[in-house]
């Protein structure tokens, strides 16, 4: 018998519409409105392709997240949908929308949430899909980072009059006020109005980092690519360090493993260029909509960056002012924040554009303490390349793809924020990760306009202020309940992938979890028509990806006894990422087992000799190992 390896986007869907149907809306739905839904999502494909999954559901699941937020009613109209006789929801899943909404589309008093969870999972399954993106999406991409800096242009003129007028207010601790002022009273309550926030937001990050010395880091590379095009080990091999770091960072200090390092490659040291290279333009897939634009960095700009990047991470989270408000590597605080504020209303979610594109250096410059200039300066990219080779100049601190677009983003944010939050409760109240943001409902629209005053884009089609839905750091929430849908990513694929593997026996456990036990089974008789039998949790203590209900049996793997762990063990398929050895002089990799062991050594001379004394033999690793990124395949082993 030949086994049926494709597996059919809309089957996924319907399978869903059918768990929906038999487990929670027995009593109130019926076989016949099942039926015609299902058949209406097979004809769709049929006609608009998978775009009906990934792009059209997608446009109503957002017109419905609007309308549970209470921008405006539902209608299903202007997304292409038929309506109901004498109501505004589509006629399209609206055995499930009449549960939610008055027929004129507005949210009933009590809405169905399960019947919510349903409608975002059949809306939103296929959004983030990696399909291949068309020419025309990358233009658009490409032309939309374009013109965020030509909007910065306008940007730093108005961020140039506030910091004139508060190098002003400084040198004589009181502005006088100007003729103009006269003329137009409104103009200087605004002026001064902001000119009081950047005051306060001054204060707030010179606290935070009074005793910050951006000397102190360890620098380190990150695990993506660089402008530069090093690659493992070759990293580590300097052959150009730009003149502008090592202005601030010196060579024989920072890129070297200690004096003894310099002295003896010394004449390799001589060649080592001090050209300033730029950042490059890459693409990488995002979602339906097209791809995401990242800047990579030259390697020796990289290597500072992470530096900097650990040794304000560690500092923000641990300072008092900012270790309840900022987060870097928790998104708890937000996702509860968010469930919360569907509950009670208490609390608004806020979504930032191009956030990391819009926080400017000017901005930057205007808010930050003087003193971390230097370091930040020295550690930026002041240019990236399009893809069409085209060089362009960055008016924005950082683009995606440096390590510290994430850390100046969210304090810049924070710093705004706070500074003109009018009470102590609303300021211990904002909540900061990355572009995710929460403050209290009262003082949304006052956030989103400060925002916006100094450059910051606020999205607030996404952004949630009124009604019961919000949405922060992964979590979408409705009436305390968490909404968020299963949002399948890897594109399958009939041959047997490692990623394929992996990702699909996920979705199929979190479907699982959301008791869509149809689309569960289906999915998983797909995997197994490829990969033979999958190993259930049971067998598992989660070192292998395996299935919440698996029909394989212990027979169908070999197991055998770990006499010396005293244990049970199978052989199961594993992904696994091959290891490359490159062996490299010495000095280059004890420079590595320094930045990147679990104990790193600080690379300052007169700190090292006694720092190599914490070292345990737990602590070391293969220096000369590497893994290959993106190259992983499926291997059978014990476990």
């Not at 999954?53 to 539902?74: F, I, M, N, V, Y």
């Not at 009081?196 to 102190?216: K, S, T, Y």
């Not at 052989?571 to 490159?582: A, D, L, N």
Request: with cysteine.
């Amino acid at each position: 018998m030949v086994l049926n390896k494709s597996l059919d986007e809309h089957i996924v869907i319907e399978h869903i519409l059918y768990d929906a149907h038999v487990s929670w809306s027995r009593d109130y739905f019926n076989a016949r409105a099942l039926r015609l839904t299902r058949q209406k999502v097979r004809d769709r494909v049929r006609s608009e392709g998978l775009g009906f999954l990934s792009k059209t559901l997608p446009r109503l699941g957002k017109c419905l997240d609007q309308a549970l937020a209470g921008e405006h009613k539902l209608t299903g109209a202007i997304h292409g949908f038929d309506t109901m006789a004498g109501s505004e929801l589509p006629r399209f899943l609206g055995e499930f929308f009449s549960r939610v909404f008055q027929p004129s589309g507005e949210v009933l008093p009590s809405p169905d949430t399960q019947c919510v969870s349903v409608l975002r999972q059949v809306l939103y399954s296929y959004y983030k899909y990696e399909l291949p993106y068309t020419e025309a999406q990358t233009q658009q991409v490409i032309s939309s980072f374009i013109k965020t800096e030509d909007d910065l242009i306008h940007v730093d003129t108005s961020l140039a009059v506030l910091h004139g007028m508060s190098t002003e207010f400084n040198r004589t601790r009181r502005r006088p006020m100007a003729a103009g002022d006269l003329k137009d009273p409104q103009w200087h309550i605004e002026q001064s109005n902001q000119l009081r926030v950047v005051r306060e937001a001054r204060i707030l990050l010179n606290e935070v980092f009074a005793l910050f010395d951006g000397h102190d880091i360890t620098p380190r590379h990150g695990p993506g690519v660089v402008a530069t095009k090093q690659r493992l080990g070759a990293k580590f091999v300097w052959t150009n360090v730009s003149h502008r770091i090592t202005d601030v960072y010196p060579f024989d200090a920072y890129f070297c493993a200690s004096t003894g390092h310099v002295c003896d490659s010394y004449a390799e040291f001589k060649l080592v260029t001090d050209t300033d290279h730029s950042a490059q333009v890459l693409l990488v897939p995002k979602d339906s909509r097209g791809p995401r634009l990242i800047s990579c960095e030259p390697v020796d700009f990289q290597w500072i960056q992470q530096g900097l990047r650990k040794a304000i991470y560690e500092l923000v989270e641990t300072h008092p002012l900012t270790r309840y408000n900022v987060f870097f590597t928790n998104q708890n605080p937000n996702q509860c924040g968010a469930l919360l504020g569907s509950l009670n209303g208490k609390y608004a979610t806020l979504d930032l554009k191009e956030a990391s594109d819009r926080v400017s250096v000017s901005l930057v410059h205007l808010l930050f303490p003087e003193h971390l200039h230097r370091f930040l300066d020295a550690s930026r990219s002041v240019s990236t390349v399009l893809p069409n080779g085209e060089k362009l100049t960055l008016r924005k601190f950082a683009p995606m793809g440096s390590a510290l677009c994430f850390p100046i983003m969210a304090l810049t944010i924070w710093a705004i924020l706070t500074a003109s939050a009018p009470d102590a409760d609303t300021r211990e109240s904002i909540l900061v990760y990355g572009d995710d943001v929460i403050v209290p409902t009262a003082f949304a629209v006052s956030a989103m306009n400060i925002l916006e005053v100094f450059g910051l884009k606020i999205n607030r089609t996404k952004s949630c202020v009124q009604g019961s839905f919000r949405e922060s750091c992964g979590v979408d929430a409705f009436k305390g309940e968490n909404v968020t849908p299963v949002r399948f990513r890897t594109v399958w694929n009939e041959s047997p992938r490692p990623d394929v593997y992996v990702s699909w026996i996920a979705y199929a456990n979190q479907l699982y979890d959301k008791r869509l036990y149809s689309a569960y089974n289906y999915i998983v008789s797909k995997l197994e028509a490829i990969y033979g039998p999958i190993p259930g949790d049971d067998m598992s203590k989660k070192t292998y990806p395996s299935l919440r209900s698996s029909s394989a049996r212990n027979g169908d793997f070999r197991r055998r006894i770990n006499h010396k762990l005293q244990k049970l063990m199978y052989r199961v398929r594993v992904e696994s990422s091959p290891s490359v050895t490159q062996v490299l002089p010495g000095w280059n990799m004890l420079l590595r087992f320094f930045t990147e062991s679990s104990n790193p050594v600080p690379l300052r001379p007169d700190e090292y000799r006694s720092a190599v004394t914490r070292f345990t033999p737990d602590t070391a690793f293969a220096v000369s190992q590497y893994t290959k990124r993106r190259t992983s395949i499926l291997v059978w082993r014990w476990r």
